[in-house]
C-alpha cells in the first residue's frame, strides 16, 4: 500500500510540472502569437488598387546632365505630344545656380462625347461626379519646376492637373487630380529626351 501511495504521489508530482513549468507554457504559447502576428501582418498585404498603381504625392527625377539640355528635353517632351508651350523661363539664383520652368497649354487626351467619360475616368484620381453630366473633352497641363543643384546634378519636379469641359449640366470647364500614370509617363519620357541629347 505504502508503494502505491508512492506512485501515486510522483504521478501527482509531475503532472502539476508539466502543468505549471513556466518554460513548457512559454513553448505551447509561442506559436499562438506567431500566428497571431502572421495574420495582422497579412491585413496589410492588401494590394493596391490599379488606379493609384503610379499614384505618388511627388513626381520628381534628378538628372547629371546640364541644366540647358534638361531644360530643351523638357519642351520637347511636351511638343512631341502635339501640345503646344503656354509658358517658359529662367534665371540665375543668387548662388549662380539655374532655375527654371515649363508649363504646357491643355493637352487634349479626348474629343469626343461618346468616350470621353471612360477616358478621363481611366487617368483620374476622383473625376468630378456631376449627375446627368455630359464631358465633351478633356485633357491634362504638365508643369515643370527644373533646378540646379550645388552638385551639378539638376532636379526636376513636374506636376500635372486634370481638366475636362461638362456642357449639359454646368456649361463648364472643371479641374482635378490625376492617377499618376501620365506624370510617370511624361518622366520617363523626359529622361529618354535627355539621354539622347548626351549621346
Excluded at 95 to 108: A, F, M, T
Excluded at 175 to 197: A, F, I, P
Aim: hydrophobic share 35%; proline share 3%; with cysteine.
Amino acid at each position: 500500500m505504502r508503494l502505491s501511495f508512492i506512485l501515486i504521489l510522483s504521478a501527482v508530482l509531475t503532472l502539476q510540472s508539466y502543468v505549471f513549468n513556466p518554460r513548457l507554457f512559454a513553448q505551447q504559447e509561442e506559436p499562438k502569437k506567431t500566428e497571431e502576428r502572421v495574420n495582422e501582418d497579412d491585413r496589410f498585404k492588401e494590394e493596391i488598387p490599379e488606379k493609384l498603381k503610379y499614384y505618388k504625392e511627388k513626381y520628381e527625377i534628378t538628372f547629371d546632365a546640364p541644366f540647358e539640355v534638361v531644360f530643351r528635353a523638357a519642351k520637347q517632351s511636351v511638343t512631341e505630344l502635339n501640345c503646344m508651350i503656354m509658358n517658359e523661363s529662367y534665371n540665375q539664383t543668387s548662388e549662380g545656380l539655374y532655375k527654371g520652368k515649363v508649363k504646357s497649354d491643355i493637352c487634349v487626351l479626348i474629343d469626343s462625347k461618346d468616350s470621353t467619360f471612360d477616358v478621363l475616368q481611366k487617368y483620374s484620381i476622383d473625376l468630378p461626379i456631376i449627375r446627368g453630366g455630359v464631358w465633351v473633352n478633356g485633357g491634362i497641363q504638365y508643369d515643370f519646376i527644373i533646378r540646379e543643384q550645388k552638385d551639378s546634378k539638376v532636379n526636376v519636379a513636374l506636376k500635372a492637373e486634370m481638366d475636362g469641359f461638362e456642357e449639359y449640366v454646368t456649361y463648364q470647364r472643371h479641374y482635378w487630380e490625376s492617377n499618376g500614370y501620365l506624370e510617370t509617363m511624361m518622366l520617363e519620357r523626359l529622361q529618354k529626351n535627355v539621354e539622347g541629347s548626351m549621346k
